[in-house]
């Protein structure tokens, strides 16, 4: 098997596109069960601090309990969680109770698979491509419960950081110099961004987890990349951000996730970063 991967472009893709269809699958887990996870957590340190018992003493983490409808109750069984397929041919639809599934479930799924395969026919079989996919799963989840809570959670974004320096050892995307020197400038990019808004303003115009996210994508990339990052999330946002301003659907003072604009960036600096500078570069020389 693994000389037909390492033999066969198209095998490869395929593997890896199924794989992301699958962890997909699993990613929706993470994105509904994380942040409610985080929150059992938290009341239950207040609950210790101030000697309660804690409200929710059943087992909840990202195995149990078992998947289920939130409308009925029903279990989801294993022929309605095949990624992707099971949701066509349910129609969209709880196979018990008929209530609507949110379109969310396969499009997690589907651009996971996508995403995957894509990032096998652009490194080749070998380790960039691996880690390549751990990247895009981590950005995954982050954008949709960032999308969700305005959270960054801290047990994905710094396993993503030290994976990052981890994988830099032997220079898979930079040098390890790069890569800590990335990790250290893009926290205090964005910390200093946050300070100097928050003292023009008075107010905090960004959270803790957007810097962690770009300290982590700077140890994955290295510093280099981080200004095409940070631009092209901005530019993203700002466009986000008025759109949905001007179609009445946020207020000027609600505030909108900046995560999900980071990640995209990483993603485009991924696979397009070294070419889109050179020739940002050369069109500045020019």
Same mark, same amino acid.
């Given at each position: 098997?693994?000389?037909?991967?390492?033999?066969?472009?198209?095998?490869?893709?395929?593997?890896?596109?199924?794989? @992301?269809?699958?962890? @997909?699958?699993?990613?929706?887990?993470?994105?509904?069960?994380?942040?409610?996870?985080?929150?059992?957590?938290?009341?239950?340190?207040?609950?210790?601090?101030?000697?309660?018992?804690?409200?929710?003493?059943?087992?909840?983490?990202?195995?149990?309990?078992?998947?289920?409808?939130?409308?009925?109750?029903?279990?989801?069984?294993?022929?309605?969680?095949?990624?992707?397929?099971?949701?066509?041919?349910?129609?969209?639809?709880?196979?018990?109770?008929?209530?609507?599934?949110?379109?969310?479930?396969?499009?997690?799924?589907?651009?996971?698979?996508?995403?995957?395969?894509?990032?096998?026919?652009?490194?080749?079989?070998?380790?960039?491509?691996?880690?390549?996919?751990?990247?895009?799963?981590?950005?995954?989840? +982050?954008?949709?419960?960032?999308?969700?809570?305005?959270?960054?959670?801290?047990?994905?974004?710094?396993? +993503?950081?030290?994976?990052?320096?981890?994988?830099?050892?032997?220079?898979?995307?930079?040098?390890?110099?790069?890569?800590? #020197? @990335?990790?250290?400038?893009?926290?205090?990019?964005?910390?200093?961004?946050?300070?100097?808004?928050? +003292?023009?303003?008075?107010?905090?115009?960004?959270?803790?987890?957007?810097?962690?996210?770009?300290?982590?994508?700077?140890?994955?990339?290295?510093?280099?990349?981080?200004?095409?990052?940070?631009?092209?999330?901005? +530019?993203?946002?700002?466009?986000? @951000?008025?759109?949905? #301003?001007?179609?009445?659907?946020?207020?000027?003072?609600?505030?909108?996730?900046?995560?999900?604009?980071?990640?995209?960036?990483?993603?485009?600096?991924?696979?397009?970063?070294?070419?889109?500078?050179?020739?940002?570069?050369?069109?500045?020389?020019?």
């Amino acid at each position: 098997m693994f000389e037909l991967l390492q033999s066969s472009p198209a095998a490869f893709i395929g593997v890896c596109a199924v794989l @992301g269809l699958l962890v @997909g699958s699993f990613l929706n887990v993470v994105i509904h069960r994380l942040p409610r996870m985080m929150e059992r957590e938290w009341r239950a340190q207040c609950a210790e601090l101030s000697g309660e018992v804690p409200a929710d003493a059943q087992p909840y983490n990202l195995t149990v309990p078992r998947s289920a409808c939130p409308h009925c109750g029903h279990a989801i069984g294993a022929r309605e969680n095949i990624p992707v397929l099971s949701y066509l041919m349910l129609g969209g639809r709880c196979r018990a109770c008929a209530a609507p599934i949110s379109l969310r479930y396969p499009l997690v799924e589907l651009v996971s698979g996508v995403l995957c395969g894509f990032a096998a026919w652009h490194f080749g079989f070998g380790w960039a491509a691996v880690a390549a996919m751990l990247f895009i799963w981590a950005l995954l989840a +982050l954008t949709f419960i960032d999308f969700d809570t305005q959270l960054l959670p801290d047990d994905i974004t710094l396993p +993503l950081l030290w994976l990052g320096l981890l994988f830099n050892l032997n220079g898979l995307y930079t040098d390890l110099a790069s890569a800590v #020197i @990335g990790a250290l400038a893009g926290y205090l990019a964005l910390w200093g961004v946050f300070w100097l808004f928050k +003292l023009a303003t008075g107010k905090e115009g960004m959270g803790y987890g957007d810097f962690k996210l770009l300290a982590a994508i700077g140890a994955w990339l290295g510093w280099q990349i981080l200004p095409l990052v940070i631009l092209l999330s901005s +530019l993203v946002g700002a466009v986000v @951000g008025i759109a949905l #301003i001007v179609a009445a659907r946020h207020g000027r003072n609600v505030p909108i996730p900046f995560g999900p604009y980071l990640a995209g960036g990483g993603l485009i600096a991924l696979f397009w970063g070294a070419e889109l500078t050179q020739r940002y570069l050369q069109l500045v020389a020019a």
